[in-house]
């Protein structure tokens, strides 16, 4: 981890429109000089690549990761993550330059939830009160009456008055769990997480039976039959919770498996098998879209403050309130600070 950006100077925000990256280049140093020259803050999603995950000044899951550049004075963020991760960070600190390393490191759930859609899905059954996962486009975002993250989704829920209905998208995993744990039937949008609909619960038996007391922790994005084997069920920061408090020494898990990372520093001697895909072997619950982002993009980023994430203030401003509901429904309520709203 990097030092703090608290109380760093006023950053350079001119573009430098680097085209080329010398290859005898130090990336390490270089991102880090480029960091304090642009008083910027670097975010990294569990699910990155190791060495982004080393050179960020916070690592964690997206909300959380937003919300921490957002109390912080940067002038830059740079998001190592995906495109509506970014977005969310532009909705929380408007004021801040927000840059993505690929703008192509897009979300099958995103994707799967286009605005036009969504709003169609919401005018059919204008009754339902929208819950929607935070794995959405800033659009989506504005057109929901409630955002949610894999965290705090269930106790949202049961905050609805029994007999509202409820419209969940865009994970219709997500959605499936949360309705066998509470019991409340919802409408869902048939939206999924193409990486954690990828393991193969054929090949997760052989695991098992491998290692018979190995407990098996998995995000609740994944298809039933590989929730029905899980000892542990819960977020990127559950799971890691769970696996450095178990006494087990040897667990398996069934997310994005660049979170490993992460489990080896903060339980170095336990040992983490990552579950597996159709074939056993395959490197198929790899994120695509995080890895479109690397160290030698990071570096463009910040070199050239491009390219940069932008969200219409209409927009922004009503996707905060949804965000804003949302942890207004998470105990404790926290509020977020909007400066534009402030200087207004």
Not at 41 to 57: C, K, N, S
Not at 141 to 169: H, M, R, W, Y
């Amino acid at each position: 981890m990097s030092t703090t950006v608290l109380d760093r100077p006023k950053g350079n925000l001119e573009p430098l429109n680097v085209t080329e990256i010398d290859p005898f280049i130090d990336l390490a140093a270089e991102i880090d000089r480029l960091r304090k020259e642009r008083n910027a803050v670097i975010l990294a999603h569990y699910y990155q690549d190791p060495e982004i995950q080393d050179i960020a000044d916070f690592v964690g899951d997206s909300l959380d990761l937003s919300r921490k550049a957002a109390n912080t004075d940067a002038d830059v963020i740079a998001f190592c993550g995906v495109r509506f991760m970014a977005e969310t960070a532009k909705i929380l600190s408007p004021e801040k330059t927000v840059v993505l390393p690929d703008m192509a490191a897009g979300c099958s759930l995103e994707d799967s939830c286009p605005p036009d859609e969504f709003a169609k899905f919401r005018k059919e059954h204008p009754d339902h009160v929208s819950l929607t996962y935070i794995n959405c486009s800033a659009e989506v975002k504005a057109l929901s009456d409630i955002i949610v993250t894999s965290t705090n989704a269930q106790a949202i829920v049961e905050q609805i008055p029994e007999g509202t209905p409820i419209l969940f998208a865009p994970d219709r995993h997500l959605g499936a769990y949360l309705a066998r744990k509470t019991g409340r039937d919802m409408t869902l949008w048939p939206g999924s997480c193409i990486v954690h609909e990828q393991f193969s619960e054929r090949e997760l038996i052989k695991v098992m039976g491998e290692n018979p007391d190995a407990p098996v922790t998995a995000h609740p994005e994944c298809p039933e039959a590989i929730l029905a084997h899980a000892d542990h069920i819960g977020s990127t920061s559950s799971i890691l919770k769970f696996v450095t408090e178990t006494d087990a020494q040897t667990i398996i898990i069934a997310t994005e498996p660049h979170i490993i990372h992460q489990m080896e520093k903060l339980a170095p001697g336990k040992t983490f098998i990552g579950a597996p895909g159709a074939d056993g072997e395959c490197n198929c619950n790899n994120c695509p879209f995080m890895e479109l982002n690397t160290m030698e993009k990071l570096y463009l980023s910040l070199a050239n403050l491009a390219p940069q994430i932008e969200v219409p203030e209409d927009i922004r401003v009503k996707a905060l309130q949804s965000v804003q509901r949302m942890l207004d429904m998470s105990p404790p309520a926290q509020p977020i600070r909007d400066a534009a709203a402030a200087s207004a």
